[in-house]
Each structure stands twice: as C-alpha cells, then as structure tokens.
C-alpha cells in the first residue's frame, strides 16, 4: 500500500474518483479537489482554521431560507458568480448586452404590467423616474413582444421580499413593442448594503470591506430565438460603481439620469435609457442554463415548515 502525506494524498483522491461515470462531474470534482488541496497546502491549513471554514460553511447553509441565499451571496461576495456570468458570456455566438448579476432576490412570480406603468408601491416627492429602453439583436433589429422583467429596491434600500416575504412592490415584467421599446415608471435607483447580518456580512466586515453595491436596476430579458439576458443597469455617478462588493458594475453598463431626454416616450420626468441586445439563441444555451436562480426554487420550504414565505399569485415572468 502506498504511504499517504501530503505529497501523495491528493493523487490518491483523484485515483477513487476516476470511476466517476458522468465525464463532466468527474472533470469538476478532479479539479475542484486538485484546487481545493493545492490552496490547503499553499497556506498551510491549521486544524483550527480548517474547524472555523466548517464552522463558516454550515452557518451560511443554516441561514438559508426561500426567502434568503446565503450561499449565492457568499459566491457573490467572492466574484464567483460575476465570474461565472463573464464565463457564461463568453459562449454566447453573439457579442450582446453583457451580464450581470441576477442577485438573491429575483423573483419568478412578479406582475405583468402595461407599457408605462409605475412599478414603486410608494413613490416619494423628486424620486419618480422613467426607465426606457430598446430591446434588440446585435445588429440593432428591434425585436418586438420580449419580456422584460424590471426589479430593484425601494428608497430604504430593501427589496420587497427583504421586509415582507409575501410583498410584491418595485418589480413588474413589461413587454417590447413593435419597435423594440420597453417603458416603465420607477424610482430613481440607490446604492445599498448586501445583508450583512449573517455569517457572509461578518465575513464582509473582518475583510474590512463596506458592503455597498451602486445604484442599479436589475433586468431579465427573455425572447424567442435569443439568448435569455440577466443584466442589469448602474448609475454613472454612483461612488461605489468601481468598488462593488459583488463585483456586478461594470462600465459597459452605466447609464445616466437625463433630466429631459427628448427621446424618452414619456414626458415630464427625469429618465433613463437602457438599451439590450441580445445574442441569438445556440446549442449550449439549452443546457447552460440561467445566470442564476430564484431562490425559493433553490430551497423549497419543508411541509409545515411555516417559515411565512407565500409565493405571489401573480403571473410569472418568463
Ligand atoms: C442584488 O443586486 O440584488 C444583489 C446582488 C448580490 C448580492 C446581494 C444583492
Ligand atoms: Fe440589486
């Protein structure tokens, strides 16, 4: 038998994992064990070290709800999820409208709403805005009858779901025209803290770091034929716009409030325009899947669990 050390051990894991009928679990595993083994040998893991990132690891897995992803916002907090969407990018046949991050509280059950509605439940003096856009193929074809699915947080900073799991308040899924065009009143978008009230904050905060994301509005974009685009807008001006703790901004999509855009369809408000071109639709995307995931289809409640999260009746986005 050979002797087992650290020189040896991690050639001895991938020998037993090699059986591994499925080719694609086997070439993930083998590297996630070649990576994890080399980062424990490059630091020189402690004992006591090795016991708090197990300890880290079941706290965020605990705190866990429908409602609440820790464990996607841990990936965020590393630039893994940012990662894999630049990845993901990478294989679409067409350069389009780059991701960004979906985020925990995208919501599969959000409302179908008329072309210029309002989307903010409340909506304070000086804070209303237009959000506008052409929806479009790479080379600028409008396409017409793509859903948008729109979401973002309220003035305090807090998606809906965060204050209330049953609420449905500033999100909506609204539908191109003929031109391409989606159109929508909202509020003017503000920079807020990721949770930082679990293990991932504490993580955030011993790191030093602020846990500010910038002013953004999140957009889901899904038409026949096209690559289903997760993005999302920043604003220019936003401090934190280089520094995100989730490494979502990014230049390419920062956009400007314009407080009298000629274009804008809607008259009388400040607005922004966003405009999204979508790749066509290849082979990988019917495996490669979203650029994220709903939580609560994540983690479905156990029966009788009775943790309050009641999914919106409401039609479903895409
Ligand atoms: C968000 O933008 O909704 C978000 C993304 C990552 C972590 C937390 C929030
Ligand atoms: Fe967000």
Redesign the pocket.
């Known amino acids: 038998m050979r002797e087992l050390t650290p020189d040896t051990i991690t050639d001895a894991v991938l020998d037993q994992m090699a059986t591994t009928p499925d080719p694609r679990m086997r070439e993930v595993m083998a590297s996630a064990v070649k990576h994890l083994h080399a980062f424990a040998r490059d630091v020189n893991l402690t004992p006591a070290e090795w016991i708090k990132g197990i300890e880290f690891m079941t706290a965020v897995g605990k705190i866990c709800t429908p409602a609440r992803q820790e464990c996607i916002?841990l990936s965020?907090t590393l630039g893994l999820s940012a990662l894999v969407n630049g990845l993901h990018d990478n294989t679409a046949v067409e350069e389009g409208t780059h991701t960004s991050?979906l985020?925990?509280?995208y919501r599969e059950t959000t409302p179908k709403l008329a072309a210029g509605s309002q989307i903010a439940g409340t909506v304070k003096p000086g804070s209303e805005c237009v959000l506008y856009g052409r929806v479009s193929d790479v080379k600028g074809k409008p396409l017409a009858n793509a859903t948008v699915s729109i979401w973002q947080t309220g003035a305090d900073g807090l998606?809906d779901i965060q204050e209330n799991a049953a609420s449905v308040d500033y999100r909506g899924v609204f539908t191109t025209d003929a031109d391409g065009i989606y159109m929508l009143r909202t509020v003017k978008p503000i920079g807020y803290s990721?949770p930082m009230d679990g293990p991932v904050g504490a993580m955030v905060r011993a790191q030093a770091r602020h846990g500010m994301?910038p002013a953004?509005i999140?957009s889901l974009v899904g038409a026949p034929g096209y690559r289903e685009l997760v993005t999302?807008l920043y604003l220019r001006d936003d401090p934190h716009l280089e520094d995100d703790v989730?490494f979502?901004s990014s230049g390419d999509l920062a956009v400007d409030i314009k407080p009298n855009d000629p274009a804008c369809p809607i008259k009388g408000l400040p607005s922004i325009r966003f405009d999204m071109r979508l790749s066509r639709e290849s082979a990988v995307d019917k495996i490669s899947g979203r650029v994220g995931a709903d939580p609560s289809a994540i983690l479905k409640p156990a029966a009788g669990a009775g943790n309050g999260h009641s999914p919106a009746s409401a039609p479903v986005a895409s």
């Open positions: 916002l965020d991050l985020g925990p509280f998606y990721i994301r953004h999140h999302a989730v979502g």
